[in-house]
């Protein structure tokens, strides 16, 4: 052969692969290039969907979701574009401004309640009633998550999962060397000697924590272990004095909580605060339930290598956090949007996602033997519990603002420790916007 012939072969051979890759990451997980894409994806039978569910855990959750689907439409090219951060504040705000300026993917990973208000009240989501009504998902979606899903009695999203937020994950092995049983740990005087214990055992930081996130996720906690009373007011926009005993209380709790962990938090995220926990180079990790899927990720078993208790004050309560997809409105893919959401709202989607995710169903018919011992633990409790809560960090809770709001005073609050300052930045913001807080939770 040729030099001639030999190099065009060879050219075509490198085409041919290229093809091959480019289809299957197209196909898959293609997350870049979307915007490029764009014209050609009105022509083509095609799903954009954007999410942050980056970790190893998260990950292999939303891609058991998108089997299922790709196994009901074989022929839809796939395209989710993960965005790295926990808790959505990288993604919420990338799709902001896209969605604002009509170029919304088909739909987006997004908090249940009031994370959603913005997109209501500007008109850009489309209701979803006849979803909820063809998949008959009121029968079998719990009550209290129903409402997080709607605006004026009309749905606007689909719920794919419940997490709990008030958790303290622990490694077995470190608990049981230290001689801690954290059956005990039930208050918080009690949690911190059992910190103390394990600092004069040489545990230089009993508790790991992540990023600035992570540090407000831990100070919701702590309101919500000052009692439902005062988490229903928090929520409402009602502790707005500077002398609230309970708010001064959680402060100093939230103090004394910081003093055992580790010292880098501001560059780690949540997930690599989990994974030390994992490894046993710390004991506790305050987390929802998300980071189940990371100890599963890991092939830790529940009972065995770790375990969890309700953060101390908690125990009859159950910290709300909701993911959801919605109908954005004039997007390029309508019927594979509502095809994606009947996926993610239904039994085997969510039989598939939330065994690995960590979380529990939204759904009341799960087949159980696909969850762990945690997850049945969880189901049980879920039915069990006095009370729900729903997360302000996580979304649902307060208005967008004040989530975002607490967070720059949570990361300020960790450079200064000015606790003055912490509650009269809070106390005046949550008066400030007043008339933002329209949902009346009653939680008691
Ligand atoms: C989401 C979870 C996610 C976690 C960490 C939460 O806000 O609801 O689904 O796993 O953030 O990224």
Not at 223 to 252: C, H, Q
Not at 266 to 279: F, G, K, P
Not at 425 to 436: C, D
Request: aromatic share 12%; proline share 4%; hydrophobic share 40%.
């Amino acid at each position: 052969m040729n030099k001639i012939i030999k190099k065009i072969i060879l050219i075509l051979l490198i085409t041919a692969a290229v093809s091959v890759v480019s289809i299957y990451a197209y196909r898959i997980v293609s997350n870049q290039n979307i915007e490029s894409k764009q014209s050609a994806e009105s022509e083509i039978d095609a799903l954009t969907f954007y999410h942050w569910w980056t970790s190893p855990g998260e990950s292999a959750a939303i891609n058991a979701l998108i089997d299922v689907f790709i196994k009901k439409y074989p022929d839809t090219a796939v395209m989710p574009t993960p965005v790295t951060g926990g808790g959505g504040f990288s993604m919420l705000g990338i799709i902001k401004p896209l969605v604002n300026a009509g170029e919304a993917p088909d739909a987006f990973q997004m908090h249940a309640a009031y994370e959603s208000k913005p997109y209501y009240d500007a008109g850009l989501l489309k209701q979803i009633d006849d979803i909820w009504e063809s998949e008959d998902l009121e029968s079998v979606i719990p009550k209290i998550v129903q409402d997080m899903n709607k605006f004026e009695g009309h749905y606007y999203s689909v719920p794919i999962d419940i997490h709990r937020s008030n958790l303290v994950w622990y490694n077995k092995l470190l608990l049981s060397q230290n001689n801690i049983n954290p059956d005990n740990l039930t208050t918080w005087d009690l949690f911190f000697n059992a910190c103390e214990t394990l600092k004069a055992s040489g545990v230089e930081y009993p508790i790991q924590m992540g990023e600035s996130w992570t540090a407000s996720h831990v100070f919701e906690q702590i309101v919500a272990s000052m009692g439902i009373d005062f988490y229903e007011d928090w929520v409402n926009g009602k502790i707005t004095s500077l002398d609230n005993p309970k708010l001064l209380e959680a402060l100093r709790i939230f103090n004394k909580y910081l003093s055992y962990v580790n010292s880098d938090y501001s560059e780690l995220s949540w997930n690599s605060a989990t994974a030390r926990v994992i490894e046993g180079e710390s004991a506790f990790n305050i987390m929802g339930d998300w980071a189940n899927g990371e100890f599963k990720a890991a092939k830790k078993i529940y009972g065995v290598d770790y375990g969890v208790f309700a953060v101390p004050g908690t125990e009859n309560m159950y910290g709300l956090v909701i993911d959801t997809f919605q109908h954005p409105k004039g997007i390029k893919h309508p019927v594979n949007a509502q095809r994606w959401l009947k996926n993610a709202a239904s039994k085997e989607g969510q039989d598939a996602f939330n065994p690995l995710k960590g979380s529990i169903s939204a759904r009341t018919d799960s087949d159980i033997s696909k969850y762990d011992a945690y997850q049945q633990f969880a189901t049980s409790d879920f039915l069990a519990v006095r009370y729900m809560f729903p997360s302000v960090v996580h979304g649902s809770g307060a208005p967008e603002s004040f989530k975002l709001n607490l967070n720059d005073i949570i990361v300020q609050f960790l450079d200064n420790r000015d606790d003055e300052e912490f509650i009269s930045s809070m106390t005046r913001y949550i008066q400030s916007i007043s008339s933002e807080y329209t949902i009346n939770w009653s939680l008691n």
